[in-house]
């Protein structure tokens, strides 16, 4: 059964003298206990039809469902902050707070409990690889990849059934973008989550439970070809 479900969503912008759509009448159901990769060239559209998912966008037709209730009608912080936990390219991590604060952040917001929150955190960090001293650094003293590694620990402590992730693994090098795909896949397989990936790299896309081609933002047929 669909856990998250895109009704002939179409996104436009409206440009000087014409209409670009950058996602077209895309339809699918993504269903838990499955790893999504999508896939396509630069200005496919994959990172607006991910925001869409998220409910950071509304679609300009169609709709987003997430268990049958459109993003239209529902508060899209909720939804984030409890459903849908997104990984952001640009990591998103609060400059003032310490590895494990920003990674407790969305716990806290969620209403756990501080020492539940610290101990959840603190769990997802181990996950991604990093040691109990960069815990306590500030992200202006970590490496990009190390702070992409608190963003993912970030999303994966909040437990939420979706997981939407845009380049997750894009500041890594390969032996930790082997170790997050297969933390992600854990997610995916052992705790029936649903988790869906934009990403360039095809090492994840062939690991994928689907991978989802995105051209001129119109989803085009299986491409056997990115499977091992």
């Known amino acids: ?31 838990p206990g499955f790893f999504y990769a999508i896939v396509g060239k630069s200005g496919s559209g994959k990172t607006t039809l991910l925001s869409l998912l998220a409910g950071l966008e509304l679609p300009t037709q169609g709709q987003v469902r997430f268990q049958g209730t459109a993003t239209t009608q529902m508060d899209g912080d909720r939804y984030r902050r409890d459903h849908a936990a997104v990984i ?13 604060e920003n990674a407790m952040y969305p716990l806290r917001l969620q209403k756990v409990s501080k020492q539940e929150a610290a101990q959840r955190a603190e769990e997802a960090l181990t996950q991604v690889g990093l ?19 608190v963003a993912i620990a970030r999303t ?12 997750p693994t894009g ?3 390969e032996e930790n973008t082997r170790g997050i795909t297969d933390l992600l896949l854990r997610l995916t397989h052992e705790e029936n989550r649903c988790v869906i990936v934009v990403t360039h790299d095809l090492s994840i ?6 991978v989802l081609e995105l051209r001129d933002g119109r989803l085009q047929p299986h491409q056997e070809s990115f499977k091992e």
């Open 88 to 100: 952001y390219q640009n990591f998103n991590l609060f400059p003032q707070l310490t590895a494990l």
């Open 156 to 167: 994966v402590a909040t437990r939420c059934e979706i997981i939407l992730a845009d380049e």
């Open 1 to 31: 059964m669909a856990m998250l479900t895109a009704e002939q969503v179409s996104f436009c912008y409206q440009g000087k003298h014409e209409t670009v759509y950058a996602v077209k009448e895309f339809d699918y159901d993504f269903e």
């Open 131 to 149: 040691s109990p001293a960069q815990l306590r650094r500030y992200p202006s003293h970590l490496s990009g990849g190390e702070q992409q590694r």
């Open 205 to 210: 896309a062939a690991r994928a439970d689907a």
């Open 171 to 173: 500041s890594l090098d």
